[in-house]
């Protein structure tokens, strides 16, 4: 059985974080204020030995483990498991908007995190599925080290819940800030 020490890191600020829209996978890069949220994080992580460095492939990700990149001197290996949630046809628009339209169907998603998918979009359990997957690989890859995996709210919360023994329909309130950084320890059997 593989133990791993990861160090899950959420992106910085976008400005559709601001703005309050889903993002799912649309590739929208930091803005200033997510920018200097990772050079802070960045900073923060500095001078602790790390063996590898994970991110999204996603560019809000992406820029956030590349300001951590800089002071932990890791290079950055990319991984489409580590993104977030595909947010399918409500991509862009805003929260408010979906919920105005699509209230029920929102609520269903959360209730039934297994089944119920957004429009053209992936379900919470899909999400959880890839990110557990892709963090059992790491665990066997890095048995017994300390990892930075940058991902995306969402996908972190469905780690969250796994590691806290939550239910997945939990995942909405285990979604942490923006460079949001959660200290776990990884199993690849015991989960």
């Not at 799912?24 to 803005?31: A, F, K, S, V, Y």
Request: charged content about 20%; aromatic content about 8%.
């Amino acid at each position: 059985m593989a133990h791993t020490t990861i160090y899950l890191i959420r992106h910085g600020e976008t400005d559709w974080n601001l703005e309050q829209r889903y993002q799912g996978q649309q590739d929208i890069p930091l803005n200033s204020t997510g920018i200097k949220q990772a050079q802070l994080i960045a900073e923060n992580l500095n001078g602790h030995h790390y063996s590898a460095l994970y991110s999204s492939d996603l560019t809000r990700a992406f820029q956030t483990a590349q300001e951590i990149a800089k002071k932990v001197k890791l290079s950055i290996t990319t991984h489409p498991a580590l993104r977030e949630i595909n947010q399918g046809e409500w991509e862009g628009k805003f929260i408010k908007d979906v919920f105005a339209t699509s209230g029920d169907e929102v609520q269903a998603i959360y209730q039934n995190p297994y089944t119920a998918r957004k429009p053209g979009g992936e379900s919470i359990g899909e999400v959880a599925d890839r990110m557990y997957a892709y963090l059992d690989h790491l665990a066997e890859k890095h048995d017994q080290q300390t990892i930075i995996v940058v991902s995306h709210g969402l996908a972190v919360a469905t780690v969250l819940c796994k590691i806290r023994q939550l239910p997945l329909e939990m995942a909405i309130r285990n979604i942490p800030e923006n460079t949001g950084v959660e200290v776990v320890k990884w199993s690849n059997e015991s989960y």
